[in-house]
């Protein structure tokens, strides 16, 4: 692959993972919503769940921030 092809893929693959971390966030604070307006322990514990699960992904979509600050506009 020549370093052409590499930059528009990965500007896509950037642009891609600042998305997931968006709709990310938003999920995360709609769960905190629901998490905080519920008593029921079965549903705290899978909204818990749930939200763990999301952190750790949103986590992992953070690590590209870095790179998508230092890549040219």
Known sequence: ???QNAA???QDVLASATL???VLEEFIAVVRRRLA???DTF???S???LLLNLTEQRD???AFLPLAA???V
């Open 1 to 3: 692959m020549t370093a």
């Open 8 to 10: 528009p893929i990965a």
């Open 20 to 22: 997931h971390l968006d």
């Open 37 to 39: 307006s519920t008593t």
């Open 43 to 45: 549903a705290r514990d």
């Open 47 to 49: 909204l818990t769940d």
């Open 60 to 62: 992992g979509y953070q």
């Open 70 to 72: 230092a890549e040219p």
